[in-house]
């Protein structure tokens, strides 16, 4: 299936992590042209180490989330032309609720949910000029699915999940579409690292019997991001070998 | 620049207004029908063309019932009080739309030009 796409410019957000990096180099080779977010230096090293071979075939930019003068800056670099947003951005903040600090709290939340629905004002807005646009929201199965400690994590994810889905129904007759994608268990950065520690008896539990690959998801989000796709919009799709399917 | 024909351009456009007349005591949402996606998308338009910051709650006059209330809630003279949340309009024009709020929503095609003069002016 050969994939068209209505647009070339593709702004990634957290796009250091391994997923993004992996979608960035599948966005190349479909002659996409991504815009990376990064937030410190290690993560831009990270970008230009793993995108080495595609130099001059894409972008980087400084994005903090909570510094809001970096999000100024973004969009004012981005200017009127922004055809695809696919958001990666998370925090992490692990408590049990009833333990947790509440000035870590707000921060999180003000963090990973207000400055998150100001991120898509902004995009919105920009792809409402041309009456054209795409937006993929990287949530998680842990948003349903949390285990303790994991409360913070899901409400940011779930409120996330609610601003997205809101914004297709919103803008969907104007051209601007949304889409959440929801993976279960990945092998590849917190993902793996939890895996590999609790011995692959975890990936029992998924029908599948085993954990997604960068690579699947790169390509599933690329076919979202597509002309194929456009009909899906505020909504949210899991792929996660069925694991939230079952009991 | 004729602002007043760049906005009727742009509603034209926007709320497929071809065969209409419009005047800048035209109403936006009682007589042109807007709605919020269309506020929306105009708050945009006028950002692109006119190259100003726009705020949507600003320029459309949303908060407009809310402040009276606050006003009089805190005991403070109604008029001035939304005059200082609205620096763009006229004493007149405030007073206009204290005069007929009750009637529906009051945005007028000349509080649009009042705004953007008023971001044009650099303030």
């Known amino acids: ?247 | 620049m004729d602002t007043f024909a760049e906005i009727k351009k742009i509603l034209v456009e926007l709320l497929d207004l071809e065969d209409r007349e419009i005047s800048p005591e035209t109403y936006l949402i009682q007589e042109l029908g807007a709605e919020s996606i269309d506020l929306l998308e105009l708050a945009v338009t006028i950002n692109s063309r006119f190259k100003i910051t726009v705020k949507d709650d600003e320029v459309f006059l949303t908060r407009f019932r809310l402040y009276l209330t606050e006003a009089e809630q805190q005991g403070k003279d109604i008029a001035p009080y939304v005059a200082k949340k609205y620096p763009f309009l006229t004493h007149e024009r405030i007073a206009e739309i204290i005069a007929h709020i009750d009637e529906g929503p009051q945005l007028k095609i000349k509080d649009l030009i009042s705004y953007i003069a008023y971001r044009l002016r650099g303030i």
């Open chain 1, 1 to 247: 299936m050969n994939l068209t796409f209505s647009g070339n410019r593709a702004l990634v957000l957290g796009g250091t992590c391994e997923l993004a990096l992996a979608l960035a180099g599948a966005m190349i080779e479909s002659s996409l042209f991504p815009i990376l977010t990064y937030r410190d230096d290690r993560g831009l090293s990270r970008i230009r180490k793993t995108l080495q071979p595609f130099e001059g075939r894409y972008e980087t930019y400084y994005l903090n989330f909570g510094d809001r003068d970096s999000l100024d800056s973004l969009f004012s670099y981005i200017g009127d032309h922004l055809d695809f947003m696919v958001d990666f951005a998370q925090g992490n903040y692990e408590s049990l609720i009833a333990s947790a600090d509440e000035d870590s709290v707000y921060r999180y939340f003000t963090e990973n949910i207000s400055f998150r629905a100001e991120a898509l004002k902004m995009a919105g807005r920009t792809m409402l000029k041309k009456r054209k646009g795409r937006l993929v929201f990287i949530s998680s199965t842990a948003a349903q699915r949390p285990n303790p400690g994991q409360g913070f994590y899901a409400a940011a994810k779930l409120a996330s999940e609610a601003l997205y889905q809101n914004m297709g129904l919103e803008l969907g007759e104007r051209g601007v579409t949304t889409v959440i994608l929801r993976p279960g268990y990945i092998d590849a950065g917190r993902g793996s690292i939890y895996l590999h520690g609790k011995g692959g008896k975890t990936l029992e539990t998924v029908p599948i019997k085993r954990a997604i690959t960068r690579d699947e998801i790169a390509q599933t989000i690329l076919f979202l991001l597509s002309d194929s796709a456009a009909g899906i919009n505020a909504t949210g799709i899991s792929m996660d070998g069925g694991l939230t399917s079952g009991k």
